[in-house]
T-cell receptor
Framework: AQKVTQAQTEISVVEKEDVTLDCVYE???????LFWYKQPPSGELVFLIR??????QNEISGRYSWNFQKSTSSFNFTITASQVVDSAVYFC???????????FGKGITLSVRP | NAGVTQTPKFQVLKTGQSMTLQCAQD?????MSWYRQDPGMGLRLIHY???????DQGEVPNGYNVSRSTTEDFPLRLLSAAPSQTSVYFC???????????????FGSGTRLTVV
């Protein structure tokens, strides 16, 4: 069985603050893939990143960065200098590979205030 | 544009009515799936398919049927709608033949269903 836990449910920050969204996963498979999705108020799911279990290298994309630590089964997402447009629900998800189920966490609602 | 197309975008049903949510993809993806999204629950898997003629249950399959007669289409049927099925439904497909470098999921834009 696989599980994704996003313990934070709602986070509110003021614009330009940094914010970290936590994700903890569980799986017995040694090969797996972790994803982050953004769901803005318009409702669509926007893919942000995929990381496979063999690549623990952290990744930075503009104001976004991801910290993958297998030792703690965590894949945390940091937004630097947050902006109002970052307000959304963010989902962490786990898959054990092609043709396998994608399991989502319950999501974190991020509100960025001007 | 290539992608996952869901219809309708909005639907209101009366309790006991039946309907089919349509999902079609034109990317030749083998894997397709249906999720429902409810407040505070994230996205939960209803049914999935790893290819034409093959379907299986996900986490919350009760009240829903699926079939996969073609690679492109994966309709979700509600045989007798209940208020508990009020939700936002997402269809997703996954590329399995493009190699791990291209592995990912493409989501439709969602169907907002209200059962009264």
């Amino acid at each position: 069985a696989q599980k994704v836990t996003q313990a934070q449910t709602e986070i509110s920050v003021v614009e330009k603050e940094d914010v970290t969204l936590d994700c903890v996963y569980e799986t017995r498979d040694t090969t797996y893939y972790l994803f982050w999705y953004k769901q803005p108020p318009s409702g669509e799911l926007v893919f942000l990143i995929r990381r496979n279990s063999f690549d623990e290298q952290n990744e930075i994309s503009g104001r976004y960065s991801w910290n993958f630590q297998k030792s703690t089964s965590s894949f945390n997402f940091t937004i630097t200098a947050s902006q109002v447009v970052d307000s959304a629900v963010y989902f962490c998800a786990l898959s054990t590979g092609a043709n396998s189920k994608l399991t989502f966490g319950k999501g974190i609602t991020l509100s960025v205030r001007p | 544009n290539a992608g996952v197309t869901q219809t309708p975008k909005f639907q209101v049903l009366k309790t006991g009515q039946s309907m089919t949510l349509q999902c079609a993809q034109d990317m030749n993806h083998e894997y397709m799936s249906w999720y429902r999204q409810d407040p505070g629950m994230g996205l939960r898997l209803i049914h999935y398919s790893v290819g034409a003629g093959i379907t299986d249950q996900g986490e919350v399959p009760n009240g829903y049927n699926v079939s996969r007669s073609t690679t492109e289409d994966f309709p979700l049927r509600l045989l007798s709608a209940a208020p508990s099925q009020t939700s936002v439904y997402f269809c997703a497909s996954s590329n399995t033949g493009g190699g791990l470098a291209n592995y990912g999921y493409t989501f439709g834009s969602g169907t907002r269903l209200t059962v009264v």
